[in-house]
Antibody
């Protein structure tokens, strides 16, 4: 069965960087985009970008452009989200999700990771 | 930027009752709207896509409808496992960002 398993919770300081991993299993990792989303406390989910393992390409939301880097390792079926210059307002649950349907980006998200809580605090 | 507004914020119902959740877009949008169910400590689950298509394995008591600016998720006959937060999500190429979410509706007992 399809599974996305993320790395554990992180506590980090303002100005630092964090890297979250998302290990995929149960499907051909190279055939689907992996999207990254986050949800801050009391806020709606927010799309950050996608990574396409098959072509090693990423696309980012303008809101995070310059601070987020999405990568992947096809030999390990794992996608990564690296967020730099962290601020307290980046405290959120970060999730990976598989893009589903219609095109290579995916219009929807059919499988999600369990979420990784990133806390930014001095 | 298109904004999705869900209502009500919280819906208090009993098992067996019908739940009607609303998702309103700030302007007319395409049919590429989905609904997700999210329970605490679990990954979100895709329920409905393309406004009214049930995702694989989703029970028939979940149905979606709507067009233009107004979309609805209906749960006919709530079961104990249905109490959760529900989000709508829009995919629209001409919008930025291309994937946007509503703020959620909590269905509680």
């Amino acid at each position: 069965q399809v599974q996305l398993v993320q790395s554990g919770a992180e506590v980090t300081k303002p100005g630092a960087s964090v890297k979250v991993s998302c290990k995929a299993s149960g499907y051909d990792f190279t055939n689907y985009a992996v999207h990254w989303l986050r949800q801050a406390p009391g806020q709606r989910p927010e799309w950050m970008g996608w990574f396409k393992p098959g072509i090693n390409k990423a696309k980012y939301s303008q809101r995070f452009q310059g601070r987020v880097t999405l990568t992947g390792d096809t030999s390990a079926n794992t996608a990564y989200m690296d967020l730099s210059s962290l601020r307290p307002e980046d405290t959120a649950v970060y999730s990976c999700a598989r893009g589903y349907y219609y095109d290579s980006d995916g219009y929807y998200f059919d499988f999600w990771g369990q979420g990784t809580l990133v806390t930014v605090s001095s | 930027e298109i904004v999705l507004t869900q209502s009500p914020g919280t819906l208090s119902l009993s098992p067996g009752e019908r739940a009607t959740l609303s998702c309103r877009a700030s302007q007319s949008v395409s049919r590429y709207l989905a609904w997700y169910q999210h329970k605490p400590g679990q990954a979100p689950r895709l329920l409905i896509y393309d406004t009214s298509n049930r995702a694989s394995g989703v029970p028939a008591r979940f149905s979606g409808s709507g067009s233009g600016t107004d979309f609805t998720l209906t749960i006919s006959g709530l079961e104990p496992g249905d109490f959760a937060v529900y989000y709508c999500q829009l995919r629209m190429r001409s919008n930025w960002p291309p994937w946007t979410f509503g703020q959620g509706t909590k269905v509680e007992i």
